[in-house]
């Protein structure tokens, strides 16, 4: 791909022999190898680059056209921005979307450089090592079905006619580990681990490995579980799992199209336990793939979202910002439509807890380790949930494997009955989240 500079001449020189006043170019350029093995040999192996750029015009009457290109050479940028010219007759009348206020203000200085990828051999030697000591972890564990070891380099940039030029490089890896379990007499088991670093040599395999055995043997001893309420604590990546189910509560878009469980006038309202506060934190030191700049050009930033319990901020694009008179947060995805999403929670304890909490002495507590059918279970519009969970009912530190049950309720109501919020936070890739304790939630099991 030319250099963003190239990028910014062609679009300008296009831009003048078409007539084009006003007009912004966002994206991106991804490299991506990947492989996966099934018993000791190479099941898949992929590579791929990938280009994606999308260009919006705005026409003398203020209206917006998009059209999107891989071809950003001086002939391609033509093409691409006369398109856009052109749709931009058919373009929205209402809640026209218009440049960032924040596309040239400074961005954070983050020092993630770019690690070089290692050789595709490299990738499958190590997967084939790990999935070869994963099934030498028990005799039980018969497959890993789900296996996978990848590298990702990403160049992003945003320009426009007003002077904004930004861009940034990244590089990360990741592994996956799902083992799978066959026992006489017994139900399949499964259990699986990820991990994500800037690099293959960075990444933790071993921890992946432990984290996956360690729970596939935990299920190995199950049984099944009686209907009722039950002191429920949710791992940090199953809480994000539900808390990413309703972003719409402070998804600015979605409250605007009034597909939300909030209003505008939400804002300083009471939605959760005082012992929670939620961040949204692109920029956190754990967040690997932290991003400096979103989809107009705005900076990302850290932006409360609930603190001590209380709704303090929506995530905004320029456009929904303008609407409600608050400033962008740097959550802006463009395309057709500006959209709205998070970045990378953080979730940390509001008012300290009163009282003891601990798994080690805790009765008749389920610990849900992984939510399943998201998807299916979850009524974002009416707050409601249903999910099968993978997790263990925990009596006085003894664990056992919840055969198969559902965990059901009413998010706010779920927020609210949040008792204990632990402080040491688990790294997930969508976030950092600790244990988060909730009081009562109904399970649906078997007798």
């Known amino acids: 791909m030319p250099t963003i500079q190239d990028i910014a001449a062609y679009a300008e020189a296009s831009a003048q022999k078409l007539g084009i006043t006003k007009y912004d170019v966002y994206g991106s350029s991804v490299d991506e190898t990947s492989v996966q093995v099934d018993k000791g040999d190479p099941k898949q192996v992929k590579a791929s680059n990938r280009s994606s750029v999308i260009v919006r015009v705005w026409n003398d009457q203020g209206k917006v056209g998009v059209t999107s290109t891989s071809d950003v050479d001086p002939m391609g940028m033509d093409l691409a921005l006369e398109s856009a010219r052109d749709a931009s007759a058919f373009g929205v009348a209402d809640h026209i979307p218009d440049f960032s206020p924040e596309a040239t203000a400074p961005t954070a200085e983050v020092d993630l450089p770019p690690v070089d990828p290692a050789p595709v ?26 296996n996978g070891l990848a590298q990702r380099s990403i160049d992003r940039f945003y320009l426009n006619s007003a002077g904004a030029l930004r861009q940034e490089a990244r590089s990360y890896a990741s592994v996956y580990l799902y083992s799978k379990t066959e026992q006489e007499g017994r139900k399949p088991r499964s259990a699986g681990a990820v991990r994500v670093n800037r690099g293959l040599p960075l990444l933790d395999l071993e921890g992946c490995l432990k984290e996956a055995a360690d729970k596939t043997i935990s299920h190995l001893n199950y049984d099944k579980i009686a209907t009722g309420k039950y002191r429920v604590v949710f791992s940090g990546e199953a809480f994000l799992s539900l808390l990413g189910a309703f972003s719409n509560m402070y998804n600015a878009q979605s409250i605007l199209d009034h597909r939300s469980l909030s209003t505008p006038d939400s804002l300083g309202s009471v939605v959760a336990s005082d012992l929670l506060s939620v961040y949204d934190d692109a920029l956190h030191p754990e967040n690997i793939s932290a991003e400096t700049f979103d989809g107009e050009g705005t900076p990302t930033r850290r932006v409360p979202i609930i603190e001590k319990g209380v709704l303090t901020h929506f995530l905004h694009s320029a456009g929904t910002a303008k609407r409600m008179g608050a400033s962008p947060t740097g959550h ?12 990378y929670y953080h979730v940390l304890p509001g008012t300290e807890a009163k009282g003891e909490f601990s798994l080690d002495n805790a009765s008749n507590v389920i610990l849900i380790d992984d939510l399943q059918a998201l998807h299916a279970g979850v009524n974002s519009l009416q707050g409601s949930f249903s999910l099968p969970f993978d997790g263990w009912l925990i009596n006085q530190g003894e664990r056992v494997s919840v055969e198969s049950a559902t965990v059901a309720g009413d998010f706010r109501d779920l927020l609210k009955a949040i008792i204990h919020v632990e402080p040491h936070v688990e790294i997930t890739p969508g976030g950092l989240c600790p244990r988060i304790w909730v009081d009562s939630l109904s399970i649906t099991g078997e007798q």
């Open 121 to 146: 051999g490299e990738l499958i030697q190590q997967l084939v090592a790990l999935e070869k000591q994963l099934l030498e972890a028990h005799p039980a564990i018969a497959s890993v079905p789900y």
């Open 332 to 343: 802006a995805s463009i395309g057709a439509k500006v959209s709205v999403g998070p970045s």
